[in-house]
C-alpha cells in the first residue's frame, strides 16, 4: 500500500532559526506529495505540491520542500521560524484515485 | 471566491442516533471527498463523490454513507453512532479533469462528540 512516513512526531525550534520537518514515501512510479499544515482547531491549508515538474517546490509563507527520489524523501523546509508557524504538520500523498493518504503528522513548536 | 464550507460547526449526539453533516464545494469545484480525523492522528479517507455517485471508498463500515447533489453539495451520514465516531469529520473539494495530481482543499469540519 502506498504510504507515507513522518520520521517526528514533535519538533521543537527557536523563533528565527530553521525549521527542518522530515517525511519519506512508500516507493512509486510518480507519487503527487502535498504538505498541509493544521493551526488548533482549524482544518488543513495546503502549504506546497510536488507534481514532478520541479523537484524544489515553493509553497506559502515562506516553505519549501525537495523532492529527492533516490532518497524517497520529500523534506518540509523553512529557514526561519515565526511564532505564527506553530501548528500541525502534514505530508500527503495523492493516490491513483484521487484519495489523499496521511501521514502520522508532526507538531511543531516555536520558542521564543 | 467562496472557499470550502460545512455546517454544523460543531455538534453533540448519543450513543445509537444518526448525524447528517454538511458540505459545500469550493466554487467551481465537482468533486467531494470526506475524511474522518480522530483526535491526535491524521486525517483517514472515507469516500469521494463526483457526479452524484460514491466513486472511492475508504475502509469505514456501510454506517457511514453519503450523498451529492446536482449542485455538487454533499452529506456524510453516520447510522448508530458509537463512542469511536467522535472525531473532526472534514471535507475537501477538488475538479476532475485538471492534471492527476489535482489539489483538494479543505472546509473546517465538523466536530463530532458522541456521548
Redesign the interface.
Known amino acids: 500500500a502506498q504510504s507515507v512516513t513522518q520520521l517526528d512526531s514533535h519538533v521543537s525550534v527557536s523563533e528565527g532559526t530553521p525549521v527542518l520537518l522530515r517525511c519519506n514515501y512508500s516507493s512509486s512510479y510518480s507519487p503527487s506529495l502535498f504538505w498541509y499544515v493544521q493551526h488548533p482547531n482549524k482544518g488543513l491549508q495546503l502549504l506546497l505540491k510536488y507534481t514532478s515538474a520541479a523537484t524544489l517546490v515553493k509553497g506559502i509563507n515562506g516553505f519549501e520542500a525537495e523532492f529527492k527520489k533516490s532518497e524517497t524523501s520529500f523534506h518540509l523546509t523553512k529557514p526561519s521560524a515565526h511564532m505564527s508557524d506553530a501548528a500541525e504538520y502534514f505530508c500527503v500523498r495523492s493516490g491513483s484515485a484521487r484519495q489523499l493518504t496521511f501521514g502520522s503528522g508532526t507538531q511543531l513548536t516555536v520558542l521564543p | 471566491d467562496a472557499g ?1 464550507t460545512q455546517s454544523p460547526t460543531h455538534l453533540i449526539k448519543t450513543r445509537g442516533q444518526q448525524v447528517t453533516l454538511r458540505c459545500s464545494p469550493k466554487s467551481g469545484h465537482d ?1 467531494v ?1 470526506w ?1 474522518q480525523q480522530a483526535l491526535g ?5 472515507i469516500f ?1 463523490y463526483y457526479e452524484e455517485e460514491e ?2 471508498r ?1 475502509n469505514f463500515p456501510d454506517r457511514f454513507s453519503g450523498h451529492q447533489f446536482p449542485n455538487y453539495s454533499s452529506e456524510l451520514n453516520v447510522n448508530a453512532l458509537l463512542l469511536g465516531d467522535s472525531a473532526l469529520y ?1 471535507c ?1 473539494s ?1 475538479l476532475v479533469g485538471a ?11 465538523t466536530r463530532l462528540t458522541v456521548l
Open positions: 470550502v468533486t471527498s475524511y492522528q491524521g486525517p483517514q479517507f469521494q466513486r472511492q475508504g472534514l475537501a477538488s492534471k492527476r495530481a489535482d489539489t483538494q482543499y479543505f472546509g473546517p469540519g
